[in-house]
């Protein structure tokens, strides 16, 4: 069965980075591109990104360009993002989900909470 | 403010029904990309509920059905039951931002 299994809960300082990985199991790594979305505290879900896993392509959200970095690692069917610069209102928690784009993102990660904070 | 505008809450008593709606513009929904809905459930990742804008996916009860029409597209919930209780999304492609937006979610409570 597919599964994302993301790694634990972070606690940055404001100015730090942060990197989530999604480790990917039940299917053919390089066959789907994997997104990542973001939910602060109380809020809705914000799409962050998208990485093909098959090339590398990515397509970041406007508002995180120059601040956030998809990666994967086919060795190891992984994906990962990290976010620089953090500040508080990065707190949220973080999904990884596979789908691109123009599809849906039928499996999901199991959220990955980021905390910054002094 | 989201691309996507769906109502805050809806709410319905056990057995009824209850639509939600999204309404987009002319550079996604208009524009002819799919709409997807997710359901969330409290403390829980978000799961895949209708794709392609009127398809479920394996497991999801015949209960849940989408449409779309025009830059407009709602999720439909017959038979309403306690488990529903969660917040509702909508996700479709922005050609203007070149972007996956989410709507900003609909709160079901369910009398």
């Known amino acids: 069965q597919v599964q994302l299994v993301q790694s634990g809960a972070e606690v940055k300082k404001p100015g730090a980075s942060v990197k989530v990985s999604c480790k990917a199991s039940?299917?053919?790594?390089?066959?789907?591109?994997i997104s990542w979305v973001r939910q602060a505290p109380g809020q809705g879900l914000e799409w962050m990104g998208w990485?093909?896993?098959?090339?590398?392509?990515?397509n970041y959200a406007q508002k995180l360009q120059g601040r956030v970095t998809m990666t994967t690692d086919t060795s190891t069917s992984t994906a990962y993002m990290e976010l620089r610069s953090l500040r508080s209102d990065d707190t949220a928690v973080y999904y990884c989900?596979?789908?691109?784009?123009?599809?849906?993102?039928?499996?999901w990660g199991q959220g990955t909470l980021v905390t910054v904070s002094s | 403010q989201s691309v996507l505008t769906q109502p805050p809450s809806v709410s319905g008593a056990p057995g009824q029904r209850v639509t939600i709606s999204c309404t987009g513009s002319s550079s996604n929904i208009g524009a002819g990309y799919d709409v997807h809905w997710y359901q969330q459930l409290p403390g829980t990742a978000p799961k895949l509920l209708i794709y392609?804008?009127?398809n479920r996916p394996s497991g999801v009860p015949d209960r849940f059905s989408g449409s779309k029409s025009g830059t407009s597209a709602s999720l439909a919930i017959t038979g309403l039951q306690a488990e529903d209780e969660a917040d509702y999304y909508c996700?479709?492609?922005?050609?203007?931002?070149?972007?996956?937006?989410f709507g900003g979610g609909t709160k079901l409570t369910v009398l």
């Open positions: 392609g804008n009127s």
């Open positions: 990485i093909s896993a098959y090339n590398g392509n990515t």
């Open positions: 989900a596979r789908g691109g784009v123009l599809v849906s993102f039928d499996y």
């Open positions: 996700q479709s492609y922005d050609s203007s931002l070149s972007e996956k937006v």
């Open positions: 039940g299917y053919t790594f390089t066959s789907y591109g």
